[in-house]
């Protein structure tokens, strides 16, 4: 099927999917009964591993009995089970045992490794599936349908890994993505190859990827290389690590003079281009604006709350905020105050701890994200990410949360419109904080106002006012997120997942990243 036929696959998808569709609305309407009809069927699957009847878990069992049985876990506490359910061919812990097992990126700590079950694959699978739906249905109207899916250097897997294969191969004559792109390892030449096969194709019109510094990395370079880039188009092939990579069309003459001369004007590039779909939120959020200037003409929808172990949340053009994924997942929250509360009961403006149960055997998972209440979509609650429970600094016991950081710095006058990043240091016998800047600062004295804002923070007060830790230093490093990037690429975590950070915890990660960023290496 050409191109040209997209608006023909849309009409019959639509018309295909449609009842699945309705389905979860009306599940929206009645987020109650819906999650009671969703905990029966995996409190049936459940009671049936050694992990449920090692808790005395009955399959007729309702929430009451539910909650009193399994306690709340974090990843640790079922590691054990984890390990027991790899080396054996029984449901420990999965419902039918695990297909795989799925390591998280752990850009903000340990990596985990998550049993996957055709359960939990066809919870992604709906995930997209109810999301292109709504796209089709209520987003931007497309033409070509030409779309680019997040892709990694030198990883296994990529997005159209978690659709189905029906699907896969329908959408498959629609994606823009070089054929063995994701077995080449080194970021520069992954960079270089794909950015050529986004600029042959003029029709380009939806882009999808995890973190937005991911696509604001890859125009920068665009902008510092369009000479080699515009080489390259007019060749037609660029030959690396012993393959050539074919581009699937000729490169007009007018496209190559709008990227070799002149203003670079991404419009032009891309006039087409309608969506470009990432995270927004949280530490999201400081990274967003330079695609927002580099793309005005296209709409940026936030992607939903989205794990290695669960979709939990999904965006629908209709709602202010993301909706809840209640077919597949089991949602509790934790109050501030330790109460636990089901979907249809918390407030909205509300922030609380995102606990799960998902079909892959996660029971009563508490995941680390906080989540805030914004209000209501049909009757369900909608749900904004507003980050990590357990990022937290602590050199001296100071015990710095990320979330306080972002809050507070984002804020700042002088660092407005400046990415940034905190680390903890250790260096010369001094422990302190040093703040990364990618650009020029608006001026004053920027580290004395980064200090007097952490000082909001009492343990951080306490310690500075005790001479244990140093004032916050200032260090300007340019494309600092393409760094990041790159780091947790050389540290094998999947550079498409990797997530923003607006604070590296942890004083080791921190160091190498400060060693990495300082080394002639980088700055080239």
Same mark, same amino acid.
């Given at each position: 099927?050409?191109?040209?036929?997209?608006?023909?696959?849309?009409?019959?998808?639509?018309?295909?999917?449609?009842?699945?569709?309705?389905?979860?609305?009306?599940?929206?309407?009645?987020?109650?009964?819906?999650?009671?009809?969703?905990?029966?069927?995996?409190?049936?699957?459940?009671?049936?591993?050694?992990?449920?009847?090692?808790?005395?878990?009955?399959?007729?069992?309702?929430?009451?009995?539910?909650?009193?049985?399994?306690?709340?876990?974090?990843?640790? +506490?079922?590691?054990?089970?984890?390990?027991?359910? %790899?080396?054996?061919?029984?449901?420990?812990?999965?419902?039918?045992?695990?297909?795989?097992?799925?390591?998280?990126?752990?850009?903000?700590?340990?990596?985990?490794?998550?049993?996957?079950?055709?359960?939990?694959?066809?919870?992604?699978?709906?995930?997209?599936?109810?999301?292109?739906?709504?796209?089709?249905?209520?987003?931007?109207?497309?033409?070509?349908?030409?779309?680019?899916?997040?892709?990694?250097?030198?990883?296994?897997?990529?997005?159209?890994?978690?659709?189905?294969?029906?699907?896969?191969?329908?959408?498959?004559?629609?994606?823009?993505?070089?054929?063995?792109?994701?077995?080449? !390892?080194?970021?520069?030449?992954?960079?270089?190859?794909? @950015?050529?096969?986004?600029?042959?194709?003029?029709?380009?019109?939806?882009?999808?990827?995890?973190?937005?510094?991911?696509?604001?990395?890859?125009?920068?370079?665009?902008?510092?290389?369009?000479?080699?880039?515009?080489?390259?188009?007019?060749?037609? !092939?660029?030959?690396?690590?012993?393959?050539?990579?074919?581009?699937?069309?000729?490169?007009?003459?007018? %496209?190559?003079?709008?990227?070799?001369?002149?203003?670079?004007?991404?419009?032009?590039?891309?006039?087409?281009?309608?969506?470009?779909?990432?995270?927004?939120?949280?530490?999201?959020?400081?990274?967003?604006?330079?695609?927002?200037?580099?793309?005005?003409?296209?709409?940026?929808? +936030?992607?939903?709350?989205?794990?290695?172990?669960?979709?939990?949340?999904?965006?629908?053009?209709?709602?202010?905020?993301?909706?809840?994924?209640?077919?597949?997942?089991?949602?509790?929250?934790?109050?501030?105050?330790?109460?636990?509360?089901?979907?249809?009961?918390?407030?909205?403006? !509300?922030?609380?701890?995102?606990?799960?149960?998902? %079909?892959? +055997?996660? !029971?009563?998972?508490?995941?680390?994200?906080?989540?805030?209440?914004?209000? %209501?979509?049909?009757?369900?609650?909608?749900?904004?990410?507003?980050?990590?429970?357990?990022?937290?600094?602590?050199?001296?016991?100071?015990?710095?949360?990320?979330?306080?950081?972002?809050?507070?710095?984002?804020?700042?006058?002088?660092?407005?419109?400046?990415?940034?990043?905190?680390?903890?240091?250790?260096?010369?016998?001094?422990? +302190?904080?040093?703040?990364?800047?990618?650009?020029?600062?608006?001026?004053?004295?920027? @580290?004395?106002?980064?200090?007097?804002?952490?000082?909001?923070?009492?343990?951080?007060?306490?310690?500075?006012?005790?001479?244990?830790?140093?004032?916050?230093?200032?260090?300007?490093?340019?494309?600092?997120?393409?760094?990041?990037?790159?780091?947790?690429?050389?540290?094998?975590?999947?550079?498409?997942?990797?997530?923003?950070?607006?604070?590296?915890?942890?004083?080791?990660?921190?160091?190498?990243?400060?060693?990495?960023?300082?080394?002639?290496?980088?700055?080239?």
């Amino acid at each position: 099927m050409a191109r040209l036929g997209f608006s023909h696959f849309a009409r019959g998808f639509r018309f295909a999917y449609g009842r699945a569709y309705r389905s979860f609305l009306a599940d929206l309407a009645e987020p109650e009964r819906a999650q009671d009809r969703l905990l029966g069927q995996m409190v049936a699957e459940m009671s049936a591993t050694d992990y449920g009847r090692r808790h005395g878990l009955a399959q007729d069992d309702a929430y009451r009995q539910f909650a009193q049985k399994l306690p709340v876990v974090d990843y640790d +506490g079922l590691s054990p089970w984890v390990e027991l359910q %790899r080396r054996s061919a029984r449901p420990v812990l999965c419902p039918g045992g695990a297909a795989f097992y799925e390591r998280t990126s752990g850009s903000s700590g340990a990596s985990k490794e998550i049993p996957y079950t055709p359960g939990l694959q066809a919870s992604f699978v709906r995930m997209f599936l109810l999301w292109a739906y709504d796209c089709l249905k209520h987003g931007p109207q497309l033409r070509s349908g030409s779309t680019f899916l997040s892709v990694s250097p030198g990883s296994a897997q990529d997005d159209t890994d978690y659709l189905p294969r029906w699907l896969h191969s329908v959408i498959g004559r629609h994606l823009v993505l070089p054929r063995g792109l994701r077995q080449v !390892a080194d970021a520069e030449t992954f960079k270089r190859i794909l @950015a050529a096969y986004l600029l042959n194709e003029p029709a380009l019109e939806v882009v999808s990827v995890w973190n937005p510094s991911y696509f604001s990395s890859l125009l920068e370079f665009i902008e510092a290389r369009r000479s080699l880039l515009a080489a390259d188009l007019r060749a037609g !092939a660029i030959a690396a690590g012993g393959r050539v990579f074919r581009l699937p069309q000729a490169t007009s003459s007018q %496209r190559i003079q709008k990227l070799d001369a002149g203003e670079l004007d991404f419009r032009d590039l891309w006039p087409q281009l309608r969506l470009l779909s990432c995270w927004t939120d949280a530490n999201a959020s400081l990274v967003i604006e330079p695609l927002r200037r580099r793309l005005p003409h296209a709409v940026i929808q +936030g992607k939903g709350l989205v794990a290695t172990e669960a979709p939990m949340t999904i965006p629908l053009w209709r709602s202010s905020a993301p909706v809840p994924l209640l077919s597949e997942v089991f949602f509790e929250f934790i109050a501030d105050d330790g109460r636990i509360c089901r979907l249809h009961e918390v407030d909205v403006g !509300a922030r609380y701890e995102l606990v799960i149960s998902q %079909r892959g +055997g996660l !029971a009563r998972y508490r995941i680390g994200d906080r989540v805030e209440v914004v209000g %209501r979509y049909l009757a369900a609650p909608t749900l904004r990410f507003v980050g990590r429970s357990s990022v937290v600094s602590d050199l001296v016991g100071e015990k710095l949360n990320e979330n306080f950081v972002r809050i507070s710095l984002e804020g700042l006058a002088q660092l407005a419109g400046v990415r940034w990043m905190l680390l903890p240091a250790v260096e010369g016998g001094k422990a +302190g904080y040093i703040v990364l800047l990618d650009g020029p600062l608006a001026g004053g004295d920027v @580290a004395a106002a980064v200090d007097a804002r952490l000082q909001h923070a009492h343990h951080y007060r306490l310690a500075r006012e005790l001479g244990q830790l140093s004032p916050a230093a200032l260090e300007w490093h340019p494309r600092l997120d393409q760094a990041y990037l790159e780091w947790n690429a050389a540290h094998g975590r999947k550079w498409g997942n990797v997530k923003p950070a607006a604070l590296i915890s942890d004083v080791k990660r921190a160091a190498s990243f400060l060693e990495y960023v300082r080394s002639p290496a980088w700055i080239r």
